[in-house]
């Protein structure tokens, strides 16, 4: 470990124990725990959103494990005990080391797979606290898959955990051996001469070279023959060199132990300890050496911060990814809305859906002949007289036509808004995200319980945005100066009625009620208020009722956007990441935490020359 390249007392008091006095606020240790504070909100917060997918997932959850169980506590102190975990796939002899290295049954080893389903953990009496505490390496650990073996004759400052298997039907075990990767500070990797190149084992292996584990790798069961074995071992340097866990070239290499076929002590349900010598060694050597933890424990730090900067980035193209996936579904949704709304302007415009109760009373009033005298002789001419034409008029039937219309305008609106949640939610059933989401909310799936009663009040309102248009057009100047026996009101129905028919081309000889009414409407509205002001407040009411028609379609439309997280956000969040990243890769270079000065990764290079890496020193290859 000596080789380990630290460099102490370039940033603070590199040598203060433990015990000395606190760091003041902008000391660098304080910088990097002020950093992981912030990283670990983000890595909440990108939690919080929920994102899908499994790699996306895994990697979160890797984050907050890793922070929480590893660099959190270690960018405190490098004084923590060292936990030593062996890990590997199920019957490789995981247990059967762990014994060898107690000198006990402490593990129970068997044929059954998996044998080990809870958690074995040796560690010193002294030590259970800060283990178990919040932010220790076993806390949260169900009670019942944790064992803890305390004794005093355990290695000193070490905790030797075995793990359940990492391949095995028990997706339990898998789950509780990834988070003690996550917390771990040399990792033993055990496998067998059969079984090293079976695929999920190196899953777990490259997180373990992601987020810079130091590893020690043991090959159980190595056939007698030499030959064969050199066959083995050489085959794994290759997969573990292809993995990027070695590479001789720049002095990336890990402890390799081979343990022969039938190196069992029986008595004890281990491997020979002397077939696994060169652990032992190492485990002694860490256990008698106050020094050797603390430069084991900081190079495994300096390996988490050196994973962490890819990971933020990463987790920050997962979060682009899901924002560019949120936006389609948005689109989908908001397509289906659009596509009902124009659906139902087209309907409204030949106004064929008003009903023919109230448009014969509507021609009865304005086919009356009082008011058709009224526009047929012409009004300028008999300005003076209106009054006295109209006086013997029917009464407009205001009330009638303004609800039937009401009625007709909401039923039509909410046939279409049903469809557009019906076509969002099968479009979004289609999309595995979408899916879980509707599955959340199926009420989506038809228009909300109360859009009838605020459609109500919506086209009340707008009728009534019309009468006062109309007083404002019309009122002093022309109509009530005219007369007010046509009322504001009954003018405010022809306008509402006019928005449906007019087109400036209507004639008289079209056939039906509703162009014949259309029509004398039309007729009567251009003697009050003349062609180009009635034009103007048709106009006026025509984007009055979409826009009533539009704010209903919109709040029905963001229920979908509610199940799913907004992608500015995810955005946002994905650039605090980056940023958080960032500004890892400008911590200095090294940083003093609590007794020992921390290399920093990426120094960057100032020559194109090999040079031995601080991620996998030689220290490990004894
Ligand atoms: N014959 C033979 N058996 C061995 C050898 N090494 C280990 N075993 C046996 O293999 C079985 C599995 O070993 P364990 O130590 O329980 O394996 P493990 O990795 O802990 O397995 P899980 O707990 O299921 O993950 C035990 O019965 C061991 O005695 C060996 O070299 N030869
Ligand atoms: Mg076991």
């Given at each position: 470990?000596s080789?380990f390249?630290?460099?102490r007392g370039m940033?603070?008091?590199?040598s203060r124990?433990?015990?000395?006095h606190r760091?003041p606020?902008?000391?660098?240790?304080?910088?990097l725990?002020r950093l992981?504070d912030?990283?670990?909100r983000?890595?909440?917060r990108?939690?919080?959103?929920?994102?899908v997918?499994?790699?996306?997932?895994?990697?979160v959850a890797q984050?907050?494990e890793h922070?929480?169980?590893h660099?959190?506590p270690r960018?405190?102190?490098?004084?923590?005990?060292l936990?030593?975990?062996l890990?590997?796939p199920t019957?490789?002899?995981k247990?059967s080391?762990f014994?060898a290295?107690?000198?006990r049954?402490?593990?129970p080893t068997?044929?059954?797979?998996?044998t080990t389903?809870e958690?074995?953990?040796?560690?010193?009496?002294?030590?259970?606290?800060i283990l178990?505490?919040?932010?220790?390496?076993l806390?949260g650990?169900?009670?019942?898959?944790l064992r803890l073996v305390?004794?005093?004759?355990?290695p000193?400052?070490?905790?030797?955990?075995?793990?359940?298997d990492v391949?095995?039907?028990?997706h339990a075990?898998?789950e509780?051996?990834?988070?003690l990767?996550?917390a771990?500070?040399l990792?033993?990797f055990?496998t067998?001469a059969?079984?090293?190149a079976?695929r999920?084992?190196w899953?777990?292996l490259?997180r373990v070279r992601?987020?810079?584990?130091?590893?020690?790798v043991?090959v159980n069961r190595?056939p007698?023959?030499?030959?064969?074995?050199?066959?083995?071992?050489g085959?794994?340097?290759r997969l573990?060199?292809?993995?990027?866990?070695?590479d001789?070239d720049?002095?990336?290499e890990i402890d390799l132990?081979?343990?022969?076929?039938?190196s069992l002590d029986?008595?004890?349900d281990?491997?020979?300890?002397?077939a696994v010598?060169?652990?032992?060694?190492?485990?002694?050597?860490?256990?008698?050496d106050?020094?050797?933890?603390?430069a084991?424990?900081s190079?495994?730090?300096a390996?988490?911060?050196?994973g962490?900067e890819p990971h933020l980035?990463s987790?920050?193209?997962?979060?682009?990814h899901?924002?560019?996936?949120?936006?389609r579904l948005?689109?989908i949704?908001?397509?289906?809305?659009?596509r009902?709304l124009g659906a139902?302007?087209?309907?409204?415009?030949g106004?064929a859906?008003?009903?023919?109760?109230?448009?014969?009373?509507?021609?009865a009033f304005?086919g009356a002949?009082?008011?058709?005298?009224l526009f047929?002789t012409g009004i300028?001419?008999i300005r003076a007289?209106i009054?006295?034409?109209?006086?013997g008029?029917p009464?407009?039937?205001?009330a009638e036509?303004?609800?039937?219309?009401?009625?007709?305008l909401?039923?039509l609106?909410?046939v279409r808004l049903?469809e557009?949640?019906?076509r969002a939610?099968?479009?979004?059933?289609e999309e595995?995200i979408?899916?879980?989401?509707?599955e959340?909310d199926?009420?989506v799936?038809s228009?909300?319980?109360d859009?009838?009663?605020r459609?109500?009040?919506?086209?009340?309102?707008?009728?009534a945005s019309i009468?006062?248009?109309?007083?404002?057009t019309g009122?002093?100047?022309r109509?009530?100066?005219?007369?007010a026996?046509?009322?504001?009101n009954a003018a405010g129905?022809?306008v509402?009625?006019a928005t449906?028919s007019?087109t400036?081309g209507?004639?008289?000889a079209?056939v039906g009620?509703?162009?014949?009414?259309g029509?004398l409407?039309?007729?009567?509205?251009?003697?009050?208020?003349?062609e180009?002001?009635?034009?103007?407040m048709?106009g006026?009411?025509?984007?009055?009722?979409i826009?009533a028609l539009?704010?209903?379609f919109?709040?029905?439309?963001?229920r979908?956007?509610?199940?799913?997280?907004?992608?500015?956000?995810?955005?946002?969040?994905?650039?605090?990441?980056r940023?958080?990243?960032?500004?890892?890769?400008?911590?200095p270079?090294?940083?003093?935490?609590?007794?020992?000065a921390?290399?920093?990764?990426d120094v960057?290079r100032l020559?194109?020359i090999?040079?031995?890496?601080?991620r996998r020193?030689?220290?490990?290859?004894?």
């Amino acid at each position: 470990m000596s080789d380990f390249p630290t460099t102490r007392g370039m940033l603070g008091d590199a040598s203060r124990g433990p015990g000395g006095h606190r760091a003041p606020d902008d000391a660098p240790g304080t910088l990097l725990s002020r950093l992981v504070d912030r990283i670990d909100r983000l890595a909440e917060r990108v939690a919080g959103f929920a994102v899908v997918g499994e790699a996306p997932r895994r990697r979160v959850a890797q984050l907050r494990e890793h922070i929480a169980r590893h660099i959190r506590p270690r960018a405190v102190s490098l004084e923590a005990p060292l936990l030593v975990l062996l890990l590997g796939p199920t019957g490789a002899g995981k247990s059967s080391l762990f014994n060898a290295i107690v000198g006990r049954t402490t593990s129970p080893t068997g044929v059954l797979r998996p044998t080990t389903r809870e958690l074995v953990a040796l560690a010193r009496p002294g030590d259970r606290e800060i283990l178990t505490r919040a932010g220790g390496p076993l806390h949260g650990i169900d009670k019942d898959r944790l064992r803890l073996v305390l004794e005093e004759s355990a290695p000193e400052g070490i905790v030797l955990v075995d793990a359940p298997d990492v391949d095995s039907v028990e997706h339990a075990n898998r789950e509780l051996t990834d988070r003690l990767v996550e917390a771990a500070d040399l990792a033993v990797f055990v496998t067998t001469a059969t079984r090293y190149a079976d695929r999920v084992p190196w899953e777990v292996l490259g997180r373990v070279r992601d987020r810079g584990l130091p590893l020690v790798v043991i090959v159980n069961r190595m056939p007698p023959d030499v030959a064969d074995r050199e066959v083995v071992l050489g085959d794994l340097t290759r997969l573990l060199a292809g993995a990027g866990l070695v590479d001789a070239d720049h002095g990336i290499e890990i402890d390799l132990v081979g343990v022969p076929e039938g190196s069992l002590d029986l008595r004890i349900d281990a491997l020979e300890q002397s077939a696994v010598q060169p652990l032992l060694d190492r485990i002694e050597m860490l256990a008698s050496d106050r020094e050797e933890r603390l430069a084991l424990a900081s190079r495994a730090l300096a390996g988490s911060l050196a994973g962490l900067e890819p990971h933020l980035r990463s987790i920050a193209d997962d979060l682009d990814h899901a924002a560019i996936d949120a936006d389609r579904l948005r689109r989908i949704a908001t397509d289906a809305y659009e596509r009902e709304l124009g659906a139902l302007r087209d309907e409204l415009a030949g106004g064929a859906f008003l009903r023919a109760e109230a448009l014969r009373q509507w021609h009865a009033f304005v086919g009356a002949d009082e008011i058709t005298r009224l526009f047929s002789t012409g009004i300028g001419r008999i300005r003076a007289t209106i009054s006295t034409l109209v006086r013997g008029a029917p009464a407009a039937p205001v009330a009638e036509v303004r609800e039937q219309t009401i009625a007709d305008l909401r039923a039509l609106a909410r046939v279409r808004l049903a469809e557009a949640a019906r076509r969002a939610a099968v479009a979004w059933s289609e999309e595995p995200i979408a899916k879980q989401a509707l599955e959340r909310d199926p009420a989506v799936w038809s228009p909300s319980e109360d859009v009838d009663s605020r459609l109500e009040e919506r086209l009340d309102n707008w009728v009534a945005s019309i009468a006062e248009d109309v007083q404002t057009t019309g009122g002093p100047k022309r109509l009530l100066a005219r007369g007010a026996s046509i009322g504001v009101n009954a003018a405010g129905i022809a306008v509402m009625l006019a928005t449906f028919s007019h087109t400036g081309g209507l004639t008289g000889a079209e056939v039906g009620v509703a162009a014949a009414t259309g029509f004398l409407n039309q007729k009567l509205l251009g003697a009050l208020f003349g062609e180009a002001a009635l034009v103007e407040m048709i106009g006026r009411a025509r984007s009055g009722l979409i826009e009533a028609l539009g704010e209903t379609f919109r709040e029905e439309l963001a229920r979908y956007d509610k199940l799913i997280p907004p992608p500015s956000g995810m955005r946002s969040l994905a650039g605090e990441l980056r940023s958080a990243a960032d500004e890892l890769r400008s911590l200095p270079p090294t940083i003093s935490v609590s007794s020992r000065a921390v290399m920093l990764p990426d120094v960057p290079r100032l020559a194109d020359i090999p040079r031995p890496s601080t991620r996998r020193g030689r220290d490990d290859s004894r």
